[in-house]
Structure formats: structure tokens, C-alpha cells
Nanobody
Framework: QVQLVESGGGLVQAGGSLRLSCAAS????????MAWYRQAPGKQRELVAA???????NYADSVKGRFTISRDNAANTVYLLMNSLKPEDTAVYYC????????????????WGRGTQVTVSS
């Protein structure tokens, strides 16, 4: 199996910064894209940022210029550096990875972390 574990969430004042980390472990042959999603209370889960295994990135318009996604392929880890945080960034942030498992190399499977809470106070 494959596990994703997020860390780095917390409470921060508006204008502050946080860095989220997500480490993937288990029966991993390789990881295709990795991404961060978020879900605020009463809202649908939305894509925040994504990064391919060759480093191409894309961002939601609401975070462009403030958030930076990066990854360490050797460590199967993805990061999200969040600067200039706003109260509207408050949400549970989820890590996603599209994995090719060592025992199932013909398919790519999406895995999710359990989420980490980010709260931005005004």
C-alpha cells in the first residue's frame, strides 16, 4: 500500500507564511504528478497547486504569486510554501499523489493524505 502524510499546518496571522510537507511511502515504483488541494467549510475541494515529475507546475488563480509548490523526487515528498496568507486561505489542505506501485506497474493510482488544517486569522 501507499501512505501520504502531511505536516506543517497551523494557525498564522494574515500576511504570514507556512510551509506544508507531504511524504509518500510504501510500495512505490514512481510518482507521476503530486498536488495540493484544499477544502474550506461548506465548500467543495479545490486544486491549489500541482507539479509533474519533471517540475512543471500550475496554480489556482487565487494563489498565484503567493504559493510555491516543489518536490523532492528522491524523497517522494512534495512541499507547499504559502506566503502572504489571507483569511480566505483557511481550509484543510490535502496532499494528492498519482502513484505507480511496485506491484501494479500498469496503472496509476491516486492516493490522498488525511489533511492538515491551515487557519489564517485576520
Amino acid at each position: 500500500q501507499v501512505q501520504l502524510v502531511e505536516s506543517g499546518g497551523g494557525l498564522v496571522q494574515a500576511g504570514g507564511s507556512l510551509r506544508l510537507s507531504c511524504a509518500a511511502s510504501g510500495s512505490i515504483f514512481s510518482i507521476d504528478a503530486m498536488a495540493w488541494y484544499r477544502q474550506a467549510p461548506g465548500k467543495q475541494r479545490e486544486l491549489v497547486a500541482a507539479i509533474t515529475n519533471d517540475g512543471s507546475t500550475n496554480y489556482a488563480d487565487s494563489v498565484k504569486g503567493r504559493f510555491t509548490i516543489s518536490r523532492d523526487n528522491a524523497a517522494n515528498t512534495v512541499y507547499l510554501l504559502m506566503n502572504s496568507l489571507k483569511p480566505e486561505d483557511t481550509a484543510v489542505y490535502y496532499c494528492n499523489a498519482r502513484v505507480i506501485r511496485s506491484d501494479l506497474r500498469r496503472v496509476k493510482i491516486d492516493y490522498w493524505g488525511r489533511g492538515t488544517q491551515v487557519t489564517v486569522s485576520s
